[in-house]
């Protein structure tokens, strides 16, 4: 495998039904694979509106099985055709009432690698996620996909450090992080928290955030997408913060262990000094 990937995130706009938001991504993945990306990743719960701005219960009906969806189901077999990696933002029902805010990871072949479960669950005016989702249970697995060591980290989660780490930890050289976060609450988070966990863990984050107000709510997701490198330089242009956008980069592997033999973090952990941070 060459050190050298091409990776692609992709931001877009509610189009208002949930199959020509499929089509959409569709189309976006064919784009992405025809500019020679390998692995794409799409924002959170992709296929639909961000209807976490209002408690309603008619929004279960968006969660399918993972991966025996078929949704899970069409994009295998896109990804199989297009030689692509897939990371899927799905809203997941493992059985009815169990429900989950999940990524599916899609190899190059097609082949279904398995899911992360969003960790982190917040309850906030205009995200009242706990409504819709179960803390997920999934640990933090990373993937061995056709273009590397892949980790899943959604959303709110990025405002907690143990799971980036615990992504590190497991051998990950590229996190993406599916979004849905709104301009007036966290935009002074958005450049500052992922280029840091980058530097922090040393690896690649690829940030996703979706764009537009929808009829739901006020929410107006600013995009502005990117990818940042282990040293939190972001990789080419941050995306529009208004615009439906397919980004693709070049991240050069290479550099994780360059950063890794300057700095060594992980060998200077303490684990052991680290009891306090499991406290209730």
Same mark, same amino acid.
Request: aromatic share 12%.
């Given at each position: 495998m060459s050190p050298v990937i091409r990776a692609a995130v992709f931001q877009t706009a509610w189009t208002g039904d949930k199959e020509s938001m499929? +089509? !959409?991504h569709?189309?976006?993945?064919? *784009?992405?694979?025809? +500019?020679?990306? +390998?692995?794409?990743c799409f924002q959170e719960l992709f296929y639909g509106p961000y209807?976490? +701005?209002v408690q309603d219960p008619a929004f279960y009906a968006y969660a #399918?099985?993972? =991966? *025996?969806?078929p949704i899970v189901k069409r994009f295998q077999a896109l990804a199989g055709e297009l030689g692509l990696v897939l990371v899927? =933002?799905?809203?997941? #029902? #493992?059985? =009815?009432? !169990?429900?989950y805010n999940t990524a599916a990871v899609i190899d190059a072949d097609g082949s279904y690698l398995g899911k992360y479960r969003k960790t982190h669950i917040p309850q906030v005016k205009g995200f009242w996620e706990?409504?819709?989702?179960?803390?997920?249970?999934?640990?933090? =697995?990373?993937? *061995?996909?056709?273009?590397?060591?892949?980790g899943v980290y959604i959303c709110y989660d990025r405002h907690f450090p143990e799971g980036w780490r615990a992504l590190g930890l497991a051998g990950a050289e590229i996190v993406f992080n599916p979004s849905a976060t709104s301009r007036g609450l966290s935009g002074y988070l958005w450049q500052l928290e992922q280029p840091a966990a980058a530097v922090a863990n040393e690896y690649f984050v690829g940030a996703i955030n979706r764009v537009g107000a929808e009829e739901l709510g006020d929410n107006d997701f600013y995009g502005t997408s990117y990818f940042v490198d282990p040293e939190a330089r972001f990789v080419g242009e941050v995306a529009s913060d208004k615009e439906t956008e397919l980004v693709v980069r070049d991240l050069d592997l290479a550099k994780l262990?360059?950063?890794r033999d300057r700095w060594q973090f992980y060998r200077d952990r303490a684990p052991g000094a680290y009891t306090p941070l499991t406290a209730p």
């Open positions: 499929i +089509q !959409v569709e189309r976006a993945a064919r *784009d992405a694979a025809a +500019q020679g990306a +390998q692995v794409l209807f976490c +701005q #399918e099985r993972v =991966p *025996d969806g899927l =933002p799905m809203y997941e #029902e #493992e059985q =009815p009432g !169990v429900l706990k409504f819709y989702f179960r803390p997920g249970n999934s640990g933090w =697995p990373v993937f *061995d996909t056709a273009v590397g060591r892949v262990r360059e950063v």
